[in-house]
């Protein structure tokens, strides 16, 4: 089982900016794919804010342009650089891997979260 623990959350005011961590107790070279998620404070879902994999990186409309997710193998850390940001992102972030064992069975890691908060 590997554990996923964010970092780099906090409080800042609108147009500010934040770099979440995603540390991983093992190796992320062998993950399908790696995302940030988000939970706004109203809402009852998560959403996808941004993933990652060896070969593309996708993001929300709502953050295009002012978030970066990027991953380095040899740290076994995800980050997501957030820059100019908005009320609206406030919300507790989550990393999230995934992929599949050897046997073909598929795996799904989250980690505990962290909370960011935007002021006005």
């Known amino acids: 089982q590997v554990q996923l623990v964010e970092s780099g959350g906090g409080l800042v005011q609108a147009g500010g900016s934040l770099r979440l961590s995603c540390a991983a107790s093992g190796s992320i070279s062998t993950f399908r794919t790696m995302g940030w998620y988000r939970r706004a404070p109203t809402a009852k879902q998560r959403e996808l804010v941004a993933s990652i994999s060896s070969t593309s990186t996708t993001y929300a409309h709502s953050i295009e342009g002012r978030f970066t997710i990027s991953r380095d193998n040899a740290k076994n850390t995800m980050y997501l650089q957030m820059n100019d940001l908005k009320p609206e992102d406030t919300a507790v972030y989550y990393c999230?891997?995934?992929?599949?064992?050897?046997?073909?069975?598929?795996?799904?890691?989250w980690g505990q979260g962290t909370q960011v908060t935007v002021s006005a």
């Open positions: 999230n891997a995934d992929g599949y064992r050897l046997d073909k069975s598929y795996y799904d890691y």
